[in-house]
């Protein structure tokens, strides 16, 4: 059996794929992690949506362009400008598997336990499932990039869903073609350094 541990330190967000088709054992086992994940009250809210066709992907892709570039006009400063402008952020087109995975507010439509102090807990839910199919596609070998640069109304007016579905973004998913030496893209890319631990702090009566 594979260390847990493992795959956790292995799993990378992904921005370069190989041509290898995803079999689809290895996206229904993943999908079937993700349904395994933790959801507030059981409500389940998480709903996916494969995209193979090439036409939509490229949609999404001018979506991710035109958010990208209005990121940028944010950037005053000429050298992160010209870092940002490097970087590859995604692999909408050349990803054999696009992924939307989205929570479904209508849950909410009967009574869920643990939504009365914020209904976010639903989208925690999915979070919850995303990061369980990141980890099962690393322990099979493939990876995942999660691409959030997006202008969400209009993704979810591309994708017609309906009201109640609130996508968390589009995943990404293929066999990776660059480990990146086992450290975050952005770390070998000189964006920024992890930090070496978790931060952590203990409290008594509030900080
Ligand atoms: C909520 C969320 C949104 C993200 N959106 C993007 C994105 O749009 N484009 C991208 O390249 N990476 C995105 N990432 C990936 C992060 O940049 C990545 O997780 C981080 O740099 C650490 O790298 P690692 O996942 O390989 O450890 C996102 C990650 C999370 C958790």
Known sequence: MTDLYDVIFKRRDTRHFTSDPVPDEVLQKA???GHAAPSVGLSEPTRYYIVEDADLKLQVKKLFDA??????EQISNPDQLDKHQSL????ITSAPIGLVIA?????LDEYVIGTIGTKETLAWSTACAIQNIWLSLTEQGYSMGWVSILDYIAFKELLNLPESVKPLGYFCIGKPADDYDNRPMLETHNWKRKSSAPHVVKITQGL
């Open 67 to 72: 958010s990208r570039e209005k990121a940028e």
């Open 31 to 33: 999908l079937q992690a």
């Open 103 to 107: 929570t479904d507010e209508s849950v």
């Open 88 to 91: 590859k952020l995604e692999a």
